[in-house]
C-alpha cells in the first residue's frame, strides 16, 4: 500500500471518501493517546509506504482563513515543557500553504507559545503522536488540515462542515496531480 490516509473521525474523512472511494483510509479517534494507538496499530497491520494526516484545525494566526487547506511541516505538543517539547518535521508534497502546529489536549493551549515565526500557526489534537509513530515505525508522515475555526472561537461559530468540504477537495485535487 503507498499512502494511507489517517482521519480522527468519520466526519472528517467523509468528503474525501466520498471524492476519492479508492483511496485507503483509517480513523485513528481523537487525541493523543487514541490517535497513536489506532496510527501503531494500522500502520503495522497495513504496512503503508506513508500516511497522511487529516482533518480539522483551529487557526491561531488571523493570516490563515476559515475552509483554507494547509500543510503542516512542523508539529510540537504545546503542553509539555520544552525541554521535552520535540518538534517533528514533515517534508512538503502539496503546493497548499505551510503552517506549523501545536498538538493540544485542549482549544488554545498554544496560544502562549506563539512568536513571531516565518510560519503561521495552528493547533489540532492528533498531529505529534501520529508523527512520533510513524517515525518509530520508519513510515513516511504528512499531515494536511482545514481551518474550522479561529482558537477563541466558540464552538458554536466552528465551521466544521465547510472544512471537510475544503479538505476533501483539496485532497482529491493532490491525488490527482500526483
Known sequence: MPTLYLFPTRA????????C??????????????????????IVELRPRRVVLCGIAG????????????EVVSDSVAEL????ALKYPSAPITRLPKVRSFSVSRTGASLPLLKDD???????????AVAAVAKQLGVDFH????IS???????????????VEALGEALKAEIENE
Open 81 to 84: 515543557p520544552a525541554r521535552f
Open 149 to 163: 475555526n479561529r482558537v477563541s472561537d466558540a464552538r458554536s461559530a466552528w465551521r466544521i462542515a465547510e472544512a
Open 21 to 42: 472511494p479508492k483511496a485507503a483510509v483509517g480513523i485513528i479517534g481523537v487525541g493523543m493517546a487514541e490517535a497513536a494507538a489506532s496510527a501503531a496499530r494500522l
Open 143 to 146: 499531515h494536511i488540515r482545514a
Open 12 to 19: 472528517e474523512a467523509a468528503a474525501f471518501e466520498r471524492l
Open 59 to 70: 487557526a491561531c494566526d488571523e493570516c490563515l482563513g476559515v475552509g483554507e487547506v494547509v
Open 118 to 128: 516565518a510560519l503561521p500557526s495552528v493547533e489540532q489534537m492528533e498531529g505529534a
